[in-house]
């Protein structure tokens, strides 16, 4: 299996989804020392944290676009490089406003990332094995999201939390290369794939073919899935910023050890995403329906989200082993929803799926930005650690609901304009 083209292009792209996680909440870590050092208030760090996500909004799109018109080598190459230099310049960061510039151009950079990649997938996976295969990628994500409160601090301590964003920046400057040498938008290009291997992908459907987007009827197909990810995104983007202070001011523990206790909740989510991606494939390839594999298993898993999540509401004392299992079991099955999410996309639009994967990601992305500054903002009017999860969980209520109105079995490329198209089924 690992002699295979296709498996390495995977583990190049989970490379990738490890390396822009760990540069997007790596300041949650770092916030620790340059919040008191230019002096900022738990609103201005959460308005840090989230201005990565505004570009990374306006982007989804028009990236997911960029993905599909110029291919996924050459746009990820420019993204990586993009990113690595925002990286870079966190480190020379003076203040606030040059803090937030660099989230911007953070932003900017991996804003076409997980759509031109969703795209990538759609050519060098098998249909059958796509909800696997985004399990897998943001899997690796979580394992960005893991190590990074541990790494950050270790560099921190090891140089300062300068140091810290010059390393990263320059990994990711690595993998910008790597990416750019190896990968080839069609797979049958790559001279180290057998003709056997290429035989199980589908038809290469390329940038060459320029296939208008058909873009009143993609907006209206992919809205709803928009939605239900802006509430998976709100109760992610909650954790990836705030959970490492959680534990250090609401426990009152040290650096080291709230990093530690931070990075066991993001493991719960790797195995989260793993388990996601196998378990919707395994739905779809037993019952052959899209709405069990997809629907049914968002739905539970959210509503799974909101169950676990209730002690850190219902009791007071709960210490820091009690919290740390809540916060685990909900990240867990938070997670469980992104094999099947991802792969919505390409189940309605396979020809068009990083535009369409751009336009859910801009549901996680507008949770991006509100859902950091509205935590920070209860935690400094009412000084309660726990509050926030008040309005994380209505949204998990929310989303339980809306994953029924998502209609992946009807692919929109054998959708009439005016009529639905009959159900689709898998074997």
């Known amino acids: 299996m690992f002699r295979r083209v296709t498996t390495k292009v995977l583990v190049l792209l989970s490379v990738?989804?490890?390396?822009?996680?760990?540069d997007r909440?790596?300041?949650?870590?770092?916030?620790?020392?340059f919040g008191p050092e230019f002096g900022l208030s738990h609103t201005q760090i959460g308005f840090v944290f989230s201005a990565f996500a505004y570009p990374y909004l306006v982007i989804q799109i028009f990236g997911g676009w960029l993905g599909d018109r110029f291919g996924p080598r050459r746009t990820l190459t420019v993204c990586a490089v993009a990113w690595a230099g925002a990286t870079i310049l966190t480190g020379f960061a003076s203040g606030i406003v040059s803090l937030v510039l660099a989230r911007l151009l953070l932003g900017l950079g991996e804003g076409a990332t997980?759509?031109?990649?969703?795209?990538?997938?759609?050519?060098?996976?098998?249909?059958?094995?796509?909800?696997?295969?985004?399990?897998?990628?943001?899997?690796?994500?979580?394992i960005g999201n893991a190590v990074a409160p541990p790494l950050v601090t270790w560099l921190m301590i090891a140089t300062n939390w300068r140091g810290s964003f010059f390393v990263v920046g320059a990994i990711s400057m690595i993998w910008a290369i790597v990416w750019g040498w190896y990968f080839r938008d069609d797979p049958r290009e790559h001279r180290g794939i057998s003709n056997a291997e290429a035989d199980t992908l589908p038809v290469y459907s390329g940038a060459r073919?320029?296939?208008p987007v058909p873009w009143g009827r993609l907006l209206r197909r992919m809205l709803p899935v928009t939605v239900v990810y802006f509430c998976y995104g709100w109760v992610l983007w909650m954790f990836l910023t705030w959970i490492p202070?959680?534990?250090?001011?609401?426990?009152?523990?040290?650096?080291?050890?709230?990093?530690?206790?931070?990075?066991?909740?993001?493991?719960?989510?790797?195995?989260?995403?793993?388990?996601?991606?196998?378990?919707t494939d395994y739905l779809l390839k037993r019952t052959g329906s899209l709405r069990i594999a997809r629907n049914v298993m968002v739905a539970v898993c959210m509503m799974l989200t909101f169950v676990?999540?209730?002690?850190?509401?219902?009791?007071?004392?709960?210490?820091?082993?009690?919290?740390?299992?809540?916060l685990?079991?909900?990240?867990?099955?938070n997670e469980m929803t992104i094999g099947p999410m991802w792969a919505v996309p390409m189940d309605i639009a396979p020809k068009h799926s990083g535009t369409a994967a751009g336009i859910m990601n801009m549901g996680s992305a507008g949770a991006a930005i509100v859902s950091p500054v509205i935590g920070g903002l209860i935690i400094d009017r009412t000084g309660n650690w726990s509050l926030p999860f008040v309005?994380?969980?209505a949204l998990m209520a929310i989303g339980t609901v809306l994953a029924f109105v998502m209609r992946p079995e009807r692919p929109l490329d054998v959708e009439p304009a005016s009529a639905q198209a009959p159900r689709a089924r898998y074997g």
């Open 245 to 279: 202070q959680y534990f250090q001011q609401s426990h009152h523990m040290n650096l080291g050890k709230s990093a530690w206790f931070a990075a066991s909740v993001f493991f719960a989510g790797v195995v989260g995403d793993w388990l996601g991606g196998e378990l």
């Open 16 to 22: 990738m989804y490890c390396i822009t996680y760990v």
């Open 114 to 142: 997980f759509p031109t990649a969703t795209r990538a997938m759609s050519n060098w996976m098998v249909p059958e094995r796509r909800g696997s295969a985004q399990g897998i990628t943001h899997a690796a994500s979580r």
């Open 391 to 393: 309005v994380l969980m």
């Open 25 to 33: 909440v790596n300041v949650s870590t770092a916030a620790a020392q």
């Open 328 to 333: 685990s079991a909900g990240f867990f099955f």
């Open 308 to 326: 676990s999540l209730l002690p850190i509401l219902l009791i007071p004392d709960i210490g820091v082993p009690g919290a740390a299992l809540a």
């Open 209 to 211: 073919e320029r296939t």
